[in-house]
């Protein structure tokens, strides 16, 4: 659990904890792995990670050598600024030149006749053709995710089929947050990730904040339900941690 004063200085936070974290899997020569979540906070982080300066002993991300993928989008047209890719392009990969080889987005609606069920079993079998041989998907070093103030995470909301699904990404009609169609890694792709790091700022996720980490069904509050196979690390700001229960908590023991 880490916690920061306002979403200003989480930003910041996770900005120059997230370039370390990178910054180590390059130095042991693995190809570092990204995923990234739209979202206030999740773009607020992109657009810190330009200028975070790295300390003296550490050596800056390689940007140009870091796989990126998306936890979720929104499945409307390319130039739409609801879409979490145009954020994360304008936030950051325009900027650090990450090459478009090694930008893996989540398919926009209208292209061609594809439907968000389609573009779901695409993006899956983007997923499988990285992985490692033998292995059903890529290594994912970080996995972002934002919080929703009823405890989305990704594109799973409460109540929805796409947290009982085991497919690797699912279309999800009919979201209570617009837009109303999207594109989600299910739990079962979120949880292969080594690190998942959930980011909540403002007053708004207190209670879902405080839900998850109190061990809530999943279903009903999807935050409870993600977990790195390494680490799940808590990045909240003191009005986000305004609920959590004073004693402990009964999970997320990494
Ligand atoms: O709709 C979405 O919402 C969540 C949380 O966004 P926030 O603005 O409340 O932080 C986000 O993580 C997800 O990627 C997005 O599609």
Same mark, same amino acid.
């Given at each position: 659990?880490?916690?920061?004063?306002? #979403?200003?200085?989480? &930003?910041?936070?996770?900005?120059? &904890?997230?370039?370390?974290?990178?910054?180590?899997?390059?130095?042991?020569?693995?190809?570092?792995?990204?995923?990234?979540?739209?979202?206030?906070?999740?773009?607020?982080?992109? &657009?810190?990670? @330009?200028?975070?300066?790295?300390?003296?002993?550490?050596? @800056?991300?390689?940007?140009?050598?870091?796989?990126?993928?998306?936890?979720?989008?929104?499945?409307? #047209?390319?130039?739409? #600024?609801?879409?979490?890719?145009?954020?994360?392009?304008?936030?950051?990969?325009?900027?650090?030149?990450?090459?478009?080889?090694?930008?893996? +987005?989540?398919?926009?609606?209208?292209?061609?006749?594809?439907?968000?069920?389609?573009?779901?079993?695409?993006?899956?079998?983007?997923?499988?053709? &990285?992985?490692?041989?033998?292995? +059903?998907?890529?290594?994912?070093?970080?996995?972002?995710?934002?919080?929703?103030?009823?405890?989305?995470?990704?594109?799973?909301? #409460?109540?929805?089929?796409?947290?009982?699904?085991?497919?690797?990404?699912?279309?999800?009609?009919?979201?209570?947050? @617009?837009? +109303?169609?999207?594109?989600?890694?299910?739990?079962?792709?979120?949880?292969?990730?080594?690190?998942?790091?959930?980011?909540?700022?403002?007053?708004?996720?207190?209670?879902?904040?405080?839900?998850?980490?109190?061990?809530?069904?999943?279903?009903?509050?999807?935050?409870?339900?993600?977990?790195?196979?390494?680490?799940?690390?808590?990045?909240?700001?003191?009005?986000?941690?305004?609920?959590? +229960?004073?004693?402990?908590?009964?999970?997320?023991?990494?």
């Amino acid at each position: 659990m880490h916690t920061a004063t306002d #979403p200003e200085q989480l &930003a910041e936070v996770v900005a120059s &904890a997230l370039t370390a974290r990178l910054a180590e899997a390059q130095a042991e020569n693995r190809t570092a792995s990204l995923v990234l979540t739209g979202g206030g906070i999740g773009t607020a982080v992109l &657009a810190h990670l @330009p200028e975070v300066v790295p300390l003296p002993t550490r050596e @800056p991300v390689d940007w140009s050598a870091v796989e990126v993928w998306w936890s979720d989008e929104r499945f409307v #047209p390319a130039d739409d #600024p609801q879409r979490n890719e145009l954020s994360a392009r304008q936030a950051l990969l325009e900027l650090v030149g990450v090459p478009d080889q090694r930008v893996h +987005p989540m398919p926009a609606s209208g292209v061609g006749s594809m439907e968000p069920e389609d573009a779901a079993a695409w993006y899956a079998a983007q997923l499988g053709a &990285a992985a490692p041989a033998g292995r +059903p998907l890529p290594r994912f070093d970080v996995l972002l995710l934002g919080v929703g103030p009823e405890g989305h995470v990704a594109s799973i909301f #409460p109540r929805s089929s796409a947290a009982r699904d085991d497919r690797a990404v699912v279309a999800v009609r009919n979201c209570p947050k @617009p837009p +109303p169609t999207r594109l989600s890694m299910t739990f079962s792709t979120i949880n292969t990730a080594e690190e998942v790091w959930i980011l909540a700022a403002g007053r708004a996720k207190a209670r879902a904040v405080s839900d998850a980490l109190s061990g809530a069904d999943p279903l009903s509050v999807p935050a409870a339900g993600v977990r790195g196979t390494q680490a799940t690390r808590w990045w909240l700001d003191a009005a986000a941690a305004s609920e959590l +229960p004073k004693g402990g908590f009964s999970s997320f023991g990494t």
